[in-house]
């Protein structure tokens, strides 16, 4: 495993506000918000909080000076982009003309380069509707280390990278992000790739095959040797056997057959823990990587976790 530190996210800011303004929230503010152009990874439009924010409008709750901002735009590369309103100016839009409403504090910013953009990005409405999920994409999607990473396998890949590079901790997915761009960035892409072989060829199992101590076991081996742990991953995933005690064979068997911290019975389903499901992966590779075979199960109930050889 790869040794932990934690990083400190630091960021050069030279992002400065060039407007200020309380404006009437009007048909036009809200169809000029909606028509800026959006980064990679906007968030998600919340239907049934445009719908509670119309109706507020409608009865006169919709207190727009209780709001440290309403609308927030960025100026990045000669082009204005959306940062924070897209709730309110859809709502504004499915209120439609003559409505009266309070002013509406629009803000713009300035920044020079796009990972000030979406660091800037990230920091509005942290309580609606950012969460981890959004926020890895946000951090990490067409970034130039994962430029060819699908958006959809970013939540899994930053799920394995948090719990193989810090553990339990508990850490902001800020720092995962960034320790997945600066620490480790060859391994994390290497095991994006791995990720997407095993999406293609798993079929209906590739959920058991991406689950979060296995994806972790994933990096632990690509870190040891790349180019081995994707032989075994691969040979694992395919099914294509030489030996019944083939390693791989084996924790294919035992991904099958078993569920994470289930203390019910859940039909032929063993349960295991988040540490023994990786020592287990993690045990397989060592004797793949040995040449080895097995006639049974690697030592993976131990407390502490396996190290990739």
């Known amino acids: 495993m790869a040794k932990k530190r934690r990083r400190r996210v630091s960021i ?3 992002t400065r506000v060039v407007s200020d303004k309380m404006l009437a929230f009007n048909m036009r503010l809200a169809a000029y918000y909606n028509g800026l152009l959006s980064f990679k990874v906007e968030r998600p439009l919340d239907r049934g909080h445009v719908n509670w924010l119309e109706l507020s409008m409608r009865d006169g709750t919709f207190l727009t000076h209780q709001a440290v901002i309403s609308i927030a735009v960025c100026a990045w590369d000669k082009k204005e982009r959306k940062l924070n309103g897209q709730h309110i100016a859809n709502a504004r839009l499915q209120l439609g003309n003559g409505a009266k409403l309070p002013k509406v504090r629009v803000v713009k910013y300035n920044v020079r380069t796009e990972d000030e953009y979406r660091q800037l990005y990230i920091c509005f409405d942290r309580s609606k509707s950012r969460t981890a999920s959004h926020l ?9 280390v994962y430029m060819d990473v699908p958006l959809k396998r970013i939540p ?19 720092e995962v992000c960034d320790a997945m761009c600066h620490d480790f960035p060859k391994v994390g892409k ?17 959920g058991l095959f991406l689950r979060q101590p296995v994806v972790a076991a994933i990096f632990e081996t690509v870190q040891a040797n790349s180019m081995i742990a994707r032989e075994f991953w691969v040979t694992m995933v395919d099914g294509l056997f030489r030996t019944l005690t083939h390693p791989a064979k084996m924790l294919r068997e035992f991904l099958l057959t078993t569920i994470i911290g289930h203390r019910v019975a859940v039909s032929n389903l063993a349960s295991v823990s988040n540490i023994e499901m990786f020592n287990y992966c993690v045990g397989c590779f060592n004797a793949f990587h040995a040449g080895s075979t097995l006639t049974k199960a690697p030592n993976y109930k131990r407390a502490d976790r396996l190290k990739a050889a």
Request: hydrophobic fraction near 45%; glycine fraction near 8%.
């Open 190 to 206: 290497d095991v994006a790739d791995v990720l997407e072989y095993i999406v293609i060829r798993a079929g209906t199992s590739r």
């Open 136 to 144: 890895a994409k946000m951090l990490i999607y067409g970034s130039s």
């Open 156 to 174: 899994t890949l930053t799920a394995g990278a948090r719990w193989w590079w810090f553990g339990s901790k508990r850490v902001k997915i800020e």
């Open 12 to 14: 050069k800011w030279s």
